[in-house]
């Protein structure tokens, strides 16, 4: 059974910090690209970040760069994202994606594999 399991998000102040994780698991697709989404109350799932399957490469949306840092993990079917500096504005659900190839796509349509989604929630 294919699996997405993620970990971590809560609630924090802002300007503190925050860490999710993301691992799959029984899947065949050998090499793929992973990354993070986030829905906020009343709008649409938007991009955050991914990552390249070998992890030398990430690419952020532009609300995040410079405060988020997501990282590869050493046996490669885990994912985390380190989020610094959190603003009110990153208040969503966030939500770990597998791509079906390795190179970093934005669209989410691109991704067909999804975790449950995990609260992050950031208070003034």
């Known amino acids: 059974q294919v699996q997405l399991e993620e970990s971590g998000g809560g609630f924090v102040q802002a300007g503190g910090s925050l860490g999710l994780s993301c691992v799959v698991s029984?899947?065949?697709?050998?090499?793929?690209?992973m990354g993070w989404f986030r829905q906020a109350p009343g709008k649409e799932r938007e991009f955050v970040t991914a990552?390249?399957?070998?992890?030398?490469?990430?690419y952020y949306a532009d609300s995040v760069k410079g405060r988020f840092t997501i990282s590869r993990g050493t046996a490669k079917n885990s994912v985390s994202l380190q989020m610094n500096s959190l603003k009110p504005e990153d208040t969503a659900v966030y939500y770990c994606?597998?791509?079906?190839?390795?190179?970093?796509?934005?669209?989410?349509?691109?991704?067909?594999?999804w975790g449950q989604g995990t609260q992050v929630t950031v208070s003034l």
């Open positions: 994606a597998a791509d079906r190839v390795e190179v970093i796509q934005e669209p989410e349509k691109e991704y067909d594999l």
């Open positions: 029984g899947r065949t697709v050998t090499t793929y690209a």
């Open positions: 990552i390249t399957w070998s992890g030398g490469s990430a």
